[in-house]
Structures are given as structure tokens and as C-alpha cells.
């Protein structure tokens, strides 16, 4: 599993043709906090892309700040700093497998930013190309019962209309206070169950979009 900052974009390719063949897939949650449940949420399923044959990018969206998205901004300075560097991440990937947080029915605000500012144009390139191509698994993790459901309908909807293919499969973890074990595994076999599932789905999926 690669585990990588924004600073530093360099991929270590093998030329073997096995490593040619595995999708890549950026996988990422919609929160910076620390002892994130998402977070953890996260980097289960970076290891569930790789268990069904894919290279799995772990991104940190603390390493990748953006300012409030501000047309005015936009307009009399560009593309903030760290925008082209993040949408290149996008593009260099085959899939997403996006873990967010429920705020008040809805994603969390620091991954909607995220979202808006990658797709914004970059000179003659329209916004929606980091998208282009691209198949989207989605998850959350919440203490509640629901497990950020309700927040996943809101980022199904938005990843879909800047040209993302999301999959039907998602993953919405309850009581998360317990759901993990000491190795990051869910423990509740079902649950790990339906993430491999959604994982192996995905790096499938990835595969035949890119051939």
C-alpha cells in the first residue's frame, strides 16, 4: 500500500507486466481528525484494494489544505497552490474509494471543498477530467447506528454528476467505537465481508474502464 503526501507525486513503478495490469486506486477520507473512524475506515479499505489485486494509494487530506472555495479567488488569482498537484493525483489513479463522514445528513465540508476545487478548469483542461474514466466505491463510519448513510446519498450525487462512475456496492459502518480490531480489521466478520466485496468489486470495474 503506498501511503504518500501531495509533496511528492513520484510513483515507483514495477515494469513487471503483472504490476502494469493491477488498477490503482486512490483511497481517501472526507476527514482530517486524528482518531477519525473514517480515517480508520480508510486505510481498511486500502488494504482490501490490494487483497483483490490492486495498488492502493492511501491519501491524507491533511497534506493536501485548500482554501474555501471562492469564485472571486478563482478568478483574480487561479487555481490555489495546491489544487493542480491534488488533481493530477486524481488522474494518475483508475478509481476512488472515497470514506466520508456524516455532518448534519450530509459529507463532511473539508471533503465537498476537496471535491469543488479539483473540479474546477486548469487552463484549457475542463474540470470534470480528474473524474473522467474514473469508477468511485463509497464508505462511512459513524458511532450511530446508521453509519453516515444518509451523508453517502449526497456524495453519490455529487461524484455522479462530474462524471464518476459510482458503484451500487457501499459500505455505511455503524456503532464504529467497536468495529474495529487492533489490526484494523472489522469485527464483525460480515461487515469485513461486504468491504472486500466492494473492494474486489471495484478494482474489477477499474480494470475494464481502463482497457
Not at 501531495?6 to 486506486?25: F, G, H, P, Q, T
Not at 490492486?54 to 469564485?71: N, V, W
Not at 462511512?140 to 464518476?164: I, K
Request: hydrophobic share 45%.
Amino acid at each position: 500500500m503506498n501511503t504518500r503526501n501531495s509533496k511528492s507525486l513520484a510513483v515507483v513503478r514495477n515494469s513487471s507486466e503483472e504490476e502494469v495490469r493491477k488498477a490503482r486506486i486512490l483511497c481517501f477520507a472526507g476527514s482530517t481528525r486524528e482518531a477519525s473512524f473514517n480515517r480508520r475506515l480508510a486505510q481498511a479499505a486500502a488494504r482490501a484494494v490490494e487483497e483483490a489485486g490492486g495498488e492502493a494509494t492511501l491519501m491524507d487530506l491533511r497534506d493536501h489544505p485548500l482554501p474555501l472555495y471562492d469564485g472571486d479567488l478563482e478568478a483574480s488569482a487561479g487555481l490555489p497552490l495546491g489544487v493542480r498537484p491534488l488533481k493530477e493525483l486524481f488522474k494518475s489513479h483508475d478509481g476512488l474509494f472515497v470514506v466520508s463522514p456524516e455532518y448534519n445528513g450530509s459529507m463532511s465540508a473539508v471533503l465537498k471543498n476537496t471535491l469543488d476545487w479539483v473540479s474546477r478548469p486548469a487552463g484549457e483542461e475542463a474540470g470534470t477530467v480528474p473524474y473522467a474514466g474514473k469508477v468511485a466505491a463509497l464508505a462511512a463510519a459513524s458511532p450511530g447506528a446508521l453509519g453516515g448513510l444518509r451523508g453517502l446519498v449526497h456524495l453519490r450525487a455529487v461524484l455522479q454528476s462530474v462524471g464518476a462512475l459510482v458503484l451500487s456496492e457501499q459500505l455505511a459502518l455503524g456503532n464504529a467505537a467497536t468495529a474495529f480490531t487492533d489490526e484494523g480489521r472489522l469485527t464483525d466478520e460480515r461487515m469485513q465481508q461486504m468491504l472486500d466485496k466492494t473492494a474486489a468489486r471495484l478494482v474489477d470495474v477499474a480494470l475494464r474502464l481502463r482497457d
